[in-house]
C-alpha cells in the first residue's frame, strides 16, 4: 500500500516580506550548525553556517541564530523573493564520541514565495 | 568546478538485482556520505567515511554496502534491492575540519 510520510512544516509569505524558518535540534554537543536549501529535482546548497561559540551570524540576506539554551536555530530571510521558495533543512554537526563528524538533519520546512 | 557527481541520475530496477550507485568529488575532501531522501523524512545518513579505507554506518545502513578504496570515490552498493528502497540517494563530501557539505544532484531510484 502507499506510505505516507510526515507533513513538512509549511510557511508561505508574500514576496518582499520577511521569512523566519525555525528548527530545533537534539544534540547539547553539537558544536556547527548548517542551513541548507534544497530546490525541486536539486541536491541540497549550503546557505549559511554558525559554530556554537556564536549566537548570530549574518549573511547576503539571510541571518542565522543559534539559542543553546533551547536547542534552537532559526534562519531569516530578509526581503523574500520568488526564487527562495524551496525546502530549507537544519543540520548539526555532532562532535565527540562515535557520532563525531556525523551531520544530522532535520525534516525540512517548506517555503513558498508568492509574488 | 568544485563538484560532486552521481551517476546515474535515474534507475529503475527490479528486486534483488545488485546495482552501484557511483560517487566522486574533485576537493580532496577526507569525509563522504550516502543519504536518502523520502517524503517528510528529511535526509537520513546511510554510511559515511572519514578517509580511505574508513567507514561506518549511519542510521539506516540495512541493506547498503560502501568502499572507499580512493580518496575522491565513495560507491553505494545494493547487493539485493528491494522495494522499501526506492527513494532519492545524495551523496555528499566535505573537509575533515570543516562541516560543510558539499551534495551530489542526486539519484533517484525505484525498485519494482
Known amino acids: 500500500g502507499e506510505s505516507v510520510g510526515l507533513h513538512l512544516p509549511t510557511l508561505s509569505v508574500q514576496e518582499g516580506d520577511n521569512s523566519i524558518i525555525n528548527c530545533a535540534y537534539s544534540?547539547?554537543?553539537?558544536?556547527?550548525f548548517i542551513w541548507y536549501k534544497q530546490e525541486s529535482g536539486k541536491g541540497p546548497q549550503f546557505i549559511i553556517d554558525?559554530?556554537?561559540?556564536?549566537d548570530k551570524r549574518q549573511g547576503q540576506r539571510v541571518t542565522v541564530l543559534l539559542n543553546k539554551t533551547v536547542k534552537h536555530l532559526s534562519l531569516q530571510i530578509a526581503a523574500t523573493q520568488p526564487g527562495d521558495s524551496a525546502v530549507y533543512f537544519c543540520?548539526?554537526?555532532?562532535?565527540?564520541?562515535?557520532?563525531?563528524?556525523?551531520?544530522?538533519f532535520g525534516q525540512g520546512t517548506i517555503l513558498t514565495v508568492h509574488p | 568546478e568544485a563538484q560532486v557527481t552521481q551517476n546515474p541520475r535515474y534507475l529503475i530496477t527490479v528486486t534483488g538485482k545488485k546495482l552501484t550507485v557511483t560517487c566522486s568529488q574533485n576537493?580532496?575532501?577526507?569525509?563522504m556520505s550516502w543519504y536518502r531522501q523520502d517524503p517528510g523524512l528529511g535526509l537520513r545518513q546511510i554510511y559515511y567515511?572519514?578517509?580511505?579505507?574508513?567507514?561506518d554506518k549511519g542510521d539506516v545502513p540495512e541493506g547498503y554496502k560502501v568502499s572507499r578504496k580512493e580518496k575522491r570515490n565513495f560507491p553505494l552498493i545494493l547487493e539485493s534491492p528491494s522495494p522499501n528502497q526506492t527513494s532519492l540517494y545524495f551523496c555528499?563530501?566535505?573537509?575533515?575540519?570543516?562541516?560543510?557539505?558539499?551534495f551530489g544532484q542526486g539519484t533517484r531510484l525505484t525498485v519494482v
Open positions: 555528499a563530501s566535505r573537509r575533515q575540519e570543516g562541516a560543510r557539505a558539499f
Open positions: 567515511s572519514m578517509n580511505v579505507e574508513v567507514t
Open positions: 576537493m580532496n575532501h577526507e569525509y
Open positions: 543540520a548539526e554537526n555532532m562532535a565527540g564520541g562515535t557520532s563525531y563528524g556525523k551531520l544530522t
Open positions: 544534540n547539547s554537543a553539537s558544536d556547527y
Open positions: 554558525i559554530r556554537s561559540n556564536m
